[in-house]
């Protein structure tokens, strides 16, 4: 079986488009900033720094893959290439100034603002070439899809439609011809949904499609690829599972407790009035205690306090679930749970250690006992501190249901195997469009 890269774009137009973004972009910016900000002329010497960075960007760009039509179209992936590279260059353009062009007097302010906009500037322009990447698209990438062993839900397929990926279904039988039948439609890839354990014949088969050129994939690679969420069997029986994901690493952890006292130092600040307001409008619309506390799981399982504005009636019927409409939540209440601001408190717990701010979200202890009995490798999640933000709340829609529940573990524990800085950046990123799109987490 071929464990080559996956396609990720049929046609060569969107990365054509990525390099055109960074060949042009760094010269524009640079004459746009030195138009507005200095009062020297441009010079040639500003021509020569402007293409020079841009024919950089590009080869560099080229020589960490950032154009192959098997590149990663993430935003973490777009990340790691632009800011390396960028920094590279930056390093590079030093290194010319200083022996090529040291008769050029650049304004501090000037290159100080093109070095800060450039790769943020070049992000954003990415990311809407590849938000609009399917208009460029001449045709779709084609998954044959053999088995049910997995439904796949409305969310996921439109996920995939996003990403241009098709899924053709094939029934297993042994009285079909299922290499003749996936051929036919020739796809760029054969997912493995097996109900049940491959036959001498099927093996047979999928060799023979595998010798013509059909790259085969089984079910949980695909989903980490193109869903970005790591596969949980219904059953609980393969106990290799337990060895793919694990804690982070001390340099890891290092790195989110900087994300951590950055966010709890500059969001505390920047959201002390509105947590004055909250004070306020709770007291007026529903006299009683301002914060709520309950128990929470956390680290290795075991229970802390977390602590939130209270945005419910005291005494309230008891439902762990919140219906929309919950006639539980006063007005001012309702507000806070839609924009998070109810949420603020808990800097409180990452300050203290109990949580970080991006990870799995906190659970109710009373709601995890009913997960762990119904759910397996549930217990996977605590692995991790929890956080106030995380991966599944800003991938997958609002739930209130066991199998929602199993759906945002597979986001968690995605996030727990593959986490890197340029994920927890994107998380960030994804966290804050939610909360001005005002959309469930």
């Known amino acids: 079986m071929k464990?080559?890269?996956l396609q990720r774009f049929r046609t060569r137009r969107v990365p054509v488009l990525y390099a055109l973004v960074d060949l042009v972009i760094p010269a524009v910016l640079l004459f746009i900033i030195q138009v507005l900000v200095s009062q020297k002329m441009w010079t040639?010497?500003?021509s020569g720094m402007a293409m020079i960075s841009g024919v950089l960007f590009v080869i560099s760009t080229?020589?960490?893959?950032?154009y192959s039509r098997y590149s990663q179209r993430s935003i973490a992936k777009k990340l790691e290439i632009t800011f390396k590279t960028w920094v590279f260059n930056v390093f590079l353009l030093l290194v010319l100034s200083f022996f090529f062009l040291a008769t050029l007097e650049f304004s501090r302010v000037v290159m100080s603002l093109w070095v800060f906009l450039t790769p943020i500037l070049v992000l954003i322009l990415k990311l809407q070439v590849n938000r609009f990447a399917g208009q460029f698209a001449q045709a779709k990438i084609q998954v044959a899809v053999l088995g049910r062993h997995y439904e796949f839900n409305e969310f996921e397929y439109s996920m995939l439609e996003q990403q241009?990926?098709?899924l053709s279904y094939f029934s297993l039988s042994e009285s079909d011809d299922i290499e003749e039948k996936i051929l036919s439609i020739n796809p760029d890839y054969l997912l493995l949904n097996l109900e049940a354990p491959a036959t001498n014949k099927l093996i047979k088969e999928l060799t023979h499609l595998d010798l013509k050129g059909v790259r085969l994939i089984v079910l949980h690679r695909f989903m980490e690829a193109f869903l970005r969420k790591c596969y949980i069997p219904y059953e609980s029986g393969d106990l290799s599972y337990l060895e793919k994901v694990h804690s982070y690493s001390s340099i890891n952890y290092f790195s989110k407790r900087v994300v951590d006292w950055?966010?709890?130092i500059s969001l505390g600040l920047v959201s002390l009035p509105v947590m004055a307001l909250s004070v306020f409008r709770i007291k007026r619309q529903s006299p009683?205690?301002?914060?709520f506390k309950q128990s929470r799981v956390g680290l290795g399982g075991e229970n802390f306090m977390a602590v939130k504005f209270r945005s419910m009636h005291?005494?309230?019927?008891f439902n762990p679930y919140t219906q929309e409409e919950d006639p539980r939540i006063f007005p001012w209440g309702n507000f806070m749970r839609k924009s998070r601001v109810d949420e603020l408190p808990q800097l409180w717990n990452v300050a203290k250690g109990d949580m970080h701010l991006l990870g799995p979200r906190t659970e109710w202890d009373i709601l995890v006992e009913g997960y762990e009995k119904e759910i397996p490798y549930y217990h996977e999640r605590h692995l991790v501190r929890p956080g106030i933000s995380g991966w599944a709340q800003v991938l997958y829609p609002y739930g209130a249901n066991t199998e929602d529940a199993r759906q945002k573990l597979m986001y968690d524990l995605y996030y727990i195997k593959h986490w890197s800085i340029w994920l927890e950046l994107e998380t960030l990123i994804r966290t804050v469009g939610v909360v001005l799109g005002k959309k469930g987490l």
Do not use: D, L, M, W
Not at 62 to 66: K, L, M, S, Y
């Open 44 to 46: 040639e010497a500003h």
């Open 62 to 66: 080229a020589a960490q893959g950032g």
């Open 3 to 5: 464990s080559a890269p």
């Open 314 to 317: 005291e005494n309230a019927k």
């Open 288 to 291: 009683g205690s301002i914060f």
């Open 164 to 166: 241009g990926v098709e």
């Open 262 to 264: 950055v966010a709890v």
